[in-house]
């Protein structure tokens, strides 16, 4: 039986459902509905629950998650060097579907949209202010040296360890999908280990899995990321910052990215994300020629140097003292979110990289995104730590109080007195666009995995998944429950980390099958 003919025939052919998996659609509804009602109705029992679940995780298992980001950073690594490297995602001779410049709009869109923003002025003023390595190294913070070391923990964070995930899981679905012709799905990944059996129980666990975490981590993302844009019209026009405000924006931004979700990839997400890196451009270059200039320069060069120095051994690195909790509250929880984000961002990714060769996807999606991060992070948080440190000052107290203010008041501190309020304006559009293009391509992954690789699912269920996530995250919210279930999210990412694991066996597996079986044949036709 083809792989075609085993995904049609589980899939409905008629009816609400028709071009959907049936049971593994009412699942999902029914999965999200029951951890909503459960996490309202009591919102203080279901975060104990959490965040027990989660504190055991970052605390007992740190070692572990460490472990494992790091070992699938020098399998990407040996995988883009490999005697595979030159093996395209589709047949020898397929091109790649998108532009080098849209393909990289589009994957740096979906991997990190609105949270560049919100993290690129609060990281760096909370690490500047204490972190173990400025006490390792006796080194007092609010100092220019602290400022070194709090960029580098920053660029961290948001480099090529979280990435390697991302590349992981979308070589690994777009080889199996575009090179084997099975679904792309996150089932997909266990073909080598279970065979057809991937049309079965363990299959649907798998996808629903995936599933769990692309839903609500968008909806706590959207719920979250509120703030940052309801302070931005706050800042511009008065608004106010309150509950009512961001319940709104919730709205207007669940209908747009459900429009952006309906008009496909080729478009709505295409062009949104191509806009994304055009104004992100100018937003870069108004700050830095704008702001302190020779500092930031300083910070960026001498910071490239530093982190190919300290990348490795700050991977490696385990705090020994058990009475600390940085670890567990800043690498850990980030190694998590990016381990349970990566099921939806590894799909995307896929689904706009077939022709593109292991090598080529390896470069793009872990190397790319890690500089122009770098310098994204030097320029907002180089820019925040120069005014706190020789500036008016104030940054501290204000992301100490909100991280989501910090922005706006590092934007205030330009010299480019002129330039605040429509480097304000921008940021706002962005904070809102960022998040459209995430929201949009989360809501095609949700329905391309329900729909068993379908990289056209029916509009009906685009419409129906990205206004869901919308009204997930406002009922959430107002429960006062999106705390709690990003610390779910973060728990969930624990089953994701033994699929991760899965992939690599059955990767190398499936490589070397292939690679045997073309020797043979070009043998046999000798």
Not at 13 to 21: A, F, Q
Request: proline share 3%; net charge negative; hydrophobic share 50%.
């Amino acid at each position: 039986m083809s792989e075609q003919h085993q995904i049609d025939r589980l899939k409905a052919s008629e009816g609400w459902l028709k071009g959907m998996h049936p049971g593994m659609s009412l699942a999902a509804k029914g999965m999200i509905l029951s951890v909503v009602v459960f996490t309202v109705y009591n919102v203080e029992f279901a975060n104990g629950i959490y965040t027990a679940l989660k504190d055991f995780i970052i605390t007992t298992l740190n070692w572990y998650y460490i472990s494992i980001v790091t070992v699938v950073l020098f399998f990407v690594i040996w995988l883009m060097f490999s005697k595979f490297g030159s093996l395209r995602l589709g047949k020898d001779d397929e091109k790649p579907e998108f532009s080098n410049f849209a393909w990289f709009s589009m994957l740096f869109s979906a991997g990190l949209g609105l949270s560049i923003l919100y993290w690129g002025v609060a990281e760096p003023i909370l690490h500047i202010q204490g972190n173990p390595f400025l006490d390792a190294n006796g080194i007092e913070p609010l100092t220019a040296e602290a400022a070194v070391v709090a960029m580098r923990i920053t660029v961290f964070h948001g480099g090529i360890h979280g990435w390697s995930l991302y590349v992981l899981v979308g070589l690994t679905l777009g080889y199996f999908s575009y090179r084997r012709g099975l679904p792309l799905a996150f089932r997909s990944v266990l073909y080598p280990m279970i065979g057809d059996r991937i049309y079965g129980g363990y299959g649907h666990a798998v996808d629903l899995i995936a599933v769990f975490g692309t839903v609500f981590g968008l909806a706590t993302s959207l719920g979250l990321g509120m703030a940052s844009i309801n302070a931005g019209f706050d800042t511009l026009f008065g608004i106010g910052f309150n509950t009512t405000n961001q319940l709104l924006l919730i709205a207007a931004i669940s209908v747009l990215g459900t429009v952006s979700a309906v008009s496909g990839v080729g478009r709505g997400v295409k062009i949104l994300s191509e806009i994304n890196i055009w104004l992100s451009a100018v937003f870069l270059a108004v700050i830095l020629f704008g702001g302190a200039t020779s500092y930031i320069l300083s910070l960026w060069i001498s910071g490239i140097g530093d982190y190919i120095a300290t990348v490795i051994p700050m991977g490696l690195w385990l705090d020994s003292d058990p009475e600390r909790d940085w670890q567990s509250w800043w690498t850990i929880f980030y190694w998590g979110w990016w381990i349970a984000w990566c099921p939806f961002v590894g799909l995307f990714v896929a689904r706009i990289s077939r022709g593109r060769t292991i090598r080529e996807f390896v470069i793009g999606v872990l190397l790319a995104p890690t500089m122009l991060l770098m310098f994204w992070f030097c320029v907002l948080g180089g820019q925040a730590m120069y005014a706190e440190l020789y500036g008016a000052g104030g940054l501290v107290e204000v992301v100490n109080q909100d991280y989501s203010l910090g922005l706006f008041k590092a934007i205030e501190s330009l010299d480019w007195r002129w330039a605040v309020f429509p480097l304000s304006v921008l940021t706002t559009f962005l904070l809102i666009s960022w998040f459209i293009t995430s929201s949009d391509s989360g809501t095609l992954v949700v329905c391309t995995i329900l729909s068993l690789g379908d990289s056209h699912p029916p509009k009906f269920f685009r419409i129906f998944w990205g206004l869901g996530v919308g009204l997930v995250a406002a009922v959430l919210m107002l429960a006062g429950g999106l705390d709690a279930l990003q610390t779910a999210v973060i728990a969930a990412g624990l089953p994701v980390s033994f699929i991760l694991i899965a992939m690599m066996v059955g990767l190398v597996k499936s490589l070397n099958q292939e690679v045997t079986d073309e020797g043979e044949n070009t043998v046999q036709q000798t």
